[in-house]
Every structure is written in C-alpha cells, then in structure tokens.
C-alpha cells in the first residue's frame, strides 16, 4: 500500500518518495537505494532490488530514521535495527516515506521547522502552562473523536482557543518553535499515515511528559492536519504554495466563529492536579538521571576544553536529550561535538554536556562526560589524541590525554 501511494502520488502535492535516495541499515550493513553517485566502499549487490548498492557496517551519516547528506546528495536514512521486531514491513515502509517527506521539506520548504536551540530554554517547569497544554490536547483528542462535524468543530474551536491563552503567556520564540515543529514532523507523520492506510491517530491517554515538545508536536500537527482534511479539502496544496502559514492559523481561519466546548469543572481541576504532580516528578527525575548515569559501570571518559575555542553541536539527537540543571544536558543516544582541532561522535552512549554560556548548547560545550564506556583504545600519534570504542570515535590535534584508573581525561587546547 505504501508503494502503491507513493507511486500514485497522492500523498503531498509535488511530493515523488520513489525519487529520493534512502539509506538503510539493518543492524549489519548498509543498502543504498535510488542514489546517483554512491560512496566509495558501496558495491552493487544483485541480490536486492535494481540499483541498489551496499556496505558492510554502518555507512557513518546515518545516526537515526532521519536525513543526512550522503556522497553530497540529500537523502533519507533508516536504521531497521532499532526497530521493535514486531514491527511490519508496511510500517517501516511508511516510516521510510516519512523521512523521504523531510528531504522534500528541506528542499521545497526550508521555513517548515522549529529552531531546536529554543527547545532547551522552554519553560517546562510551569504548572500552568503544562495544564493548559494537557487541556488542548484533550481537546484535539475530542475533536478528531467526535460523530458529527458540529462537535468536531466545537472541540477543535477549544483546542485553539486554549492555545491561545497558553501562547500570550509565553515567549513567541517558544510558540513559533511548535509550530515550525508540527509542520516538519507533524505534516510528516501525517504523510505517514497516509502511507500506511492509517485512519486514526493515537494520542497517549495521559498526553505528554512536560520535557516532550518535540514529541508532542508529531502528534498535534498531525491532529490539525486530519481536522483540515475535514473542514478544508485539498489544503496541502495551499500550504505547498504558500510557507507563511501555520496549521493552527489556518484551521481557525476555516473554523472562524462559533460554538465552543467547554471542559468540566472536574477535568480542568484533574489537569491541574496532573500538572503539578509531573512538575515535582521532573525535578526528581532529573536527579535520578544524573544518578545512573554517574554510577553506570565501565570506563569513564572527561573531555575537558581548557583554552580557545569551545566545542560546537555538530549533531544530536532532539528526542533523546534532557536538560538536567544549569547549562548541562543529558544526551541518551547520540551526540556530535567538534571544533577546528578535532571531532567527537557518540552513538548509543549517554553524553552529559556542561555549557560555556547562557545557552546550555548553542554557546559551546566546555565539559563532555561519558560514563559506562567498554575500554577505549587511545593513542597518541604527531600531538594528536585518538579514541576509539564501540559508538565512540575522537580525534583532538594539539590535546592531552590522561588515564586513572577507569578515567581518562583528555584536555583540548592544553
């Protein structure tokens, strides 16, 4: 069904899949498929489809089901191996068109995301807002649940109209990041569906955890795009015709005046309730977090910018971070830091990083720590410091290196 969608073209206005290079890893080697100019060590394989070409291990742009620029060509990445094993072809299929949809975005529409440095500054420690957001999301859940277009329309109306009171009371900067976020991966995963025949969204019962707005926003902005599917057909191609729109503006436009539905007195005072517990559990949480991390067993790796230049984000995982007090920040899964002396990557290890200005990223990182490591190998060729584990790579020139016991240090800049 997926390729059959892909193939009739119906899934976005302009938008081909079956046009765009994908790269897949499936645990042990990575297959190239549609790719004009593949890398050197791809080797075309007969074995699968025409055109395809493969390499043993993982090609090193792909880092997640994501995009990433392949032998200087866009192209969408897929790591099978992270997939659950239940998980049907169908599904990976349509996961794969997702991502496909993102080298589309980025080419068509460039305006059509958030700015992932706002993410660490949101204020996800207010109660208020966070009832608020609850309270539109069971909204948004009502609306796409209801049996007739009346009701649908009263509860998407309150959906906006608690958004609203809950984007006054914020910094634009934190609204323009939903909205530029629901239009990348919600309009995404609205393609998804699509592509897997899928009809109903699901909104976890219990909404989101305070820290998960990019989360959140694969689902709100797909709910907003199914009620325009509703109330204003064929309105993607407005939208590719015109970046300077937002789903929420245009849905309120098309809804305009009306009925509004109201929450009972008993679900507003829940949602407070729920609020201020998960506020408290956050604060605890990130306690624990830091915990476990500090007391996971293995080797122990501090990187330690002592002079000039800081280390700068060169890749992250947005899903898989957490900011756990000051200017330091929990990345779980993958991480890319580096500066003109040298290169850090990590995959599937956490990485606690600790700011060098009022941003806890964006500023540069002057402390890197890893913990739970295997037995890194390092060396020390012509004043350059190497290490190499398995998810892990560095390279600093003109950088010292220390190992204690399980702890090496590595100072860049020394």
Same mark, same amino acid.
């Given at each position: 069904?997926?390729?059959?969608?892909a193939e009739q073209g119906g899934l976005w206005p302009g938008f081909d899949p079956l046009a765009v290079p994908l790269a897949i890893f499936d645990g042990e080697r990575t297959t190239l498929f549609r790719h004009p100019a593949p890398p050197a060590g791809f080797v075309q394989d007969s =074995? !699968?489809?025409?055109?395809?070409?493969?390499?043993?291990?993982?090609?090193?742009?792909?880092?997640?089901?994501? =995009?990433?620029?392949?032998? +200087?060509?866009? =192209?969408?990445?897929?790591?099978?191996?992270?997939?659950?094993?239940?998980? #049907?072809?169908?599904?990976?299929a349509a996961v794969a068109i997702h991502e496909s949809f993102h080298v589309f975005q980025r080419e068509r529409h460039p305006g059509w995301m958030g700015n992932e440095a706002?993410?660490?500054?949101?204020?996800?420690?207010?109660?208020?807002?966070?009832?608020?957001?609850?309270?539109?999301?069971?909204?948004?859940?009502?609306?796409? *649940?209801?049996d007739d277009e009346a009701e649908m329309a009263c509860w998407a109306r309150q959906?906006?109209?608690?958004?609203?009171?809950?984007?006054?009371?914020? !910094?634009?900067?934190?609204?323009?990041y939903e909205r530029g976020t629901e239009l990348n991966e919600g309009l995404a995963t609205y393609v998804e569906m699509r592509a897997a025949g899928r009809q109903a969204l699901e909104i976890p019962p219990e909404e989101f955890g305070p820290t998960q707005l990019r989360r959140r926003a694969y689902t709100t902005g797909a709910a907003l795009a199914l009620l325009l599917d509703? %109330?204003?057909?064929?309105?993607? *191609?407005?939208?590719?015709?015109? !970046?300077?729109?937002t789903l929420d503006e245009a849905l309120a436009a098309r809804l305009g005046t009306g009925s509004v539905c109201e929450f009972a007195a008993a679900d507003v005072a829940e949602a407070e309730r729920q609020a201020s517990a998960d506020v408290a559990r956050l =604060?605890?949480?990130?306690?624990?977090?830091? *915990?476990? %991390?500090?007391?996971?067993?293995?080797?122990?790796? &501090?990187?330690? &910018?002592?002079?000039?230049?800081?280390?700068?984000?060169?890749? %992250?995982d947005p899903l898989n971070v957490e900011r756990? +007090?000051?200017?330091?920040?929990?990345?779980?899964?993958?991480?890319? #830091?580096?500066?003109?002396?040298?290169?850090?990557?990590?995959?599937?290890?956490?990485a606690l990083t600790d700011g060098s200005g009022p941003h806890p990223l964006f500023n540069g990182i002057r402390v890197v720590e890893l913990t739970g490591l295997p037995e890194p190998e390092l060396s020390r060729a012509q004043g350059t410091v190497t290490l190499k584990?398995? +998810?892990?790579?560095?390279? %600093?020139?003109?950088?010292? *290196?220390?190992?204690?016991?399980?702890?090496?240090?590595?100072?860049v800049g020394s």
């Open positions: 069904m997926a390729r059959a969608s =074995s !699968d489809a025409p055109g395809a070409f493969v390499q043993a291990g993982r090609f090193e742009a792909i880092t997640a089901n994501s =995009s990433a620029t392949i032998g +200087g060509v866009p =192209s969408a990445t897929l790591m099978v191996g992270q997939a659950p094993a239940e998980a #049907l072809p169908l599904n990976l706002d993410l660490f500054t949101y204020p996800t420690d207010s109660v208020e807002l966070l009832a608020q957001r609850r309270l539109e999301t069971d909204a948004l859940r009502r609306a796409l *649940a209801a959906a906006l109209a608690m958004r609203g009171q809950r984007y006054a009371r914020m !910094d634009s900067v934190y609204s323009a509703r %109330f204003q057909p064929g309105w993607p *191609a407005a939208f590719n015709a015109n !970046d300077d729109q =604060s605890q949480e990130r306690e624990r977090q830091l *915990a476990r %991390f500090e007391e996971r067993p293995g080797w122990k790796l &501090v990187i330690e &910018v002592v002079g000039g230049e800081p280390l700068w984000p060169q890749g %992250f756990v +007090g000051g200017t330091r920040i929990l990345h779980t899964r993958y991480l890319c #830091l580096g500066n003109s002396s040298g290169r850090l990557e990590v995959l599937n290890h956490a584990a398995e +998810g892990l790579t560095l390279a %600093f020139k003109g950088a010292s *290196a220390q190992r204690r016991g399980e702890v090496i240090t590595v100072r």
